[in-house]
């Protein structure tokens, strides 16, 4: 799957019954290698857009930044369709965390 996605083989790329981490691994590795026609088709099968490797660091924004110019369309397709950066969803959950860790300081124990 992924291999489809990373050479931007649409032809070969999913039908509806393949598992959702395939179609996001294909999805991520199409970023990877600046397909974005291949990453549109997997996104629109049902690719989560911020899927992190468990053999590699970063969502396939992160990845797609990391490489050379030819990334730079789907870099910027990325970001208008909402991807974030691993460290960016990192933030977001310290800070969603912080922001229950004050509430549950500030709000009385319902079992009072």
Known sequence: MWHAGALDRIDDLPVPEIDPEQISQGFWHACVAGQRRAAEHLLRAGA??????????????????????RQDIV???????????????????????????I?????PNPRW
């Open 75 to 101: 870099i910027e397709w990325l970001q208008s369709i909402g991807a974030r950066s691993a460290q960016a969803r990192s933030k977001d959950r310290m800070a969603r965390d912080q922001r229950k860790g």
């Open 48 to 69: 989560d857009l911020n899927w992190e490797p468990n053999y590699a660091h970063g969502t396939a924004l992160d990845a797609a930044t990391g490489l050379g110019t």
């Open 103 to 107: 509430a549950d300081s500030i709000l």
